[in-house]
Structure formats: structure tokens, C-alpha cells
């Protein structure tokens, strides 16, 4: 079974479109995060939620909002996609938010285009 | 600036032989982990040192931290293959928000 599961794993899409990215995590974590890893390979924290909570927005523009709907999901939506948007899109858990003490579990990414 | 940083970029040597990545960090930090990711997949959690170890072993890996020189490396011995991947680096401080922070990593490639 995939730890950290993500869908889709590609999107292809227009410059001004809405796109939405899901994540589900199936270790029974309480933290998940989004990060965005660039074309050089420049993976940045986006967003982590603990509990369903929103503890850490890495000062993303407001188009991206995340949404928790329960702690083993974590969801990703898009407006107004840009071509600045186009990257890899990850998600990972962890056991709890104490980043120093655990390993974080990865998802295989969303590889998103904009046209 | 990037909290963890890589050296080399990259690195293609022979299989059998060892490979060695350099990580270097400017604040102080609660403890540093290494992953790997290979081509067009997740990053995968290799090996967490904390800030009052030195050495820690795993396989074939093996990670030194220097706290007074705020770096650390990660030894791969007698490479093979299935290791060509990227490896990163990756940093959490002991003051602000509970995150980790990545460097560029390093592309290591092993050759047949």
C-alpha cells in the first residue's frame, strides 16, 4: 500500500485555469505539507497543517489555499494558475509537527505545466 | 539564503567506488537529515543525526556531523547502481517555525 498517495501525478494546463492537487496519507500522521520543488531541484515549504490546523503559510500568494479536511488528507487548490506555477508539486506527513525528531514520508509529486 | 547546501552539485563515479556529499548549514540547528530522491519520484528519508551526535551508520551509508563547522557529509560506500538518485540535505533550526529546509542536493550518478 502507498504511504503517501497524490493525485494527478501530471497536470496539464492554460495559464488562468483553477486546478485542484489531492493528497491522502495512510500512516495514521497527525502533520501534513505541501512543498513546490522548482527546475533546479529547489524543494520549499508551502503550507503544513497539524491535526487538520494550519501551522505554517511560507508566505504563498493567496491563490494557492489549502484545505484539510480531515487529518490523512490534504488538499491542494489552484486559481489563476501562472506559468510561474509550473513545478512538482509534493505532499509528505509526518508523525507529529516536531520536524527536529522524525523523518517526513513523501508522495511521488504532481508534475504541473501551464501552457 | 538557503539554510542546507550541497557539495559537490554533482557527482558521477564508477560503481564500487565510494561517494561523498558535503552538506554545509548556517544556523544552529536541532538535527539535519538526509534524503534521496530518484528520477520522477518522492524524496525518500535515508538518515537523521542529531545535534549531539557525530557519526551514525545505516548499510552502506554513513553520516558525519560537525556542529563548530556547521556541515556535514554523507558517505555512500562501494556504490552501486540502483544509488544514482539526487540527495539532499535537510535542516531544522532550533528557533522559528517547525520546518524543515532542503538544499539543492546533489545529483550522483554511478557508472556501470
Known amino acids: 500500500d502507498t504511504a503517501v498517495s497524490q493525485t494527478p501525478k501530471y497536470l496539464v494546463t492554460q495559464m488562468g485555469n483553477d486546478k485542484s492537487i489531492k493528497c491522502e496519507q495512510n500512516?495514521?500522521?497527525?502533520?501534513m505539507y505541501w512543498y513546490k520543488q522548482d527546475s533546479k531541484k529547489f524543494l520549499k515549504i508551502m503550507f503544513s497543517?497539524?491535526?487538520?490546523?494550519?501551522?505554517i503559510n511560507e508566505t504563498v500568494p493567496n491563490r494557492f489555499s489549502p484545505k484539510s479536511p480531515d487529518k490523512a488528507h490534504l488538499n491542494l487548490h489552484i486559481n489563476s494558475l501562472e506559468l510561474g506555477d509550473s513545478a512538482v508539486y509534493f505532499c509528505?506527513?509526518?508523525?507529529?509537527?516536531?520536524?527536529?525528531?522524525?523523518?517526513?514520508?513523501f508522495g511521488d509529486g504532481t508534475r504541473l505545466s501551464i501552457l | 539564503s538557503q539554510q542546507g547546501e550541497e557539495d559537490p552539485q554533482a557527482l558521477s563515479i564508477q560503481e564500487g567506488e565510494n561517494a561523498t556529499m558535503n552538506c554545509s548549514y548556517k544556523?544552529?540547528?536541532?538535527?539535519l537529515q538526509w534524503y534521496r530522491q530518484n528520477s520522477g519520484r518522492g524524496l525518500v528519508h535515508l538518515i537523521l543525526?542529531?545535534?549531539?551526535?557525530r557519526e551514525k551508520h545505516s548499510g552502506r551509508l554513513r553520516v558525519t556531523l560537525d556542529t563548530s563547522k556547521k556541515s556535514s557529509s554523507l558517505l555512500i560506500t562501494a556504490s552501486r547502481a540502483a544509488d544514482t538518485a539526487s540527495y539532499f540535505c535537510a535542516t531544522a533550526t532550533i528557533q522559528g517555525a517547525q520546518k524543515l529546509v532542503f538544499g539543492q542536493g546533489t545529483r550522483l550518478t554511478i557508472n556501470p
Open positions: 544556523t544552529s540547528i536541532n538535527n
Open positions: 543525526i542529531r545535534s549531539n551526535e
Open positions: 500512516l495514521g500522521h497527525d502533520t
Open positions: 509528505a506527513s509526518s508523525q507529529d509537527h516536531r520536524v527536529g525528531n522524525q523523518p517526513q514520508h
Open positions: 497543517y497539524n491535526n487538520k490546523e494550519l501551522i
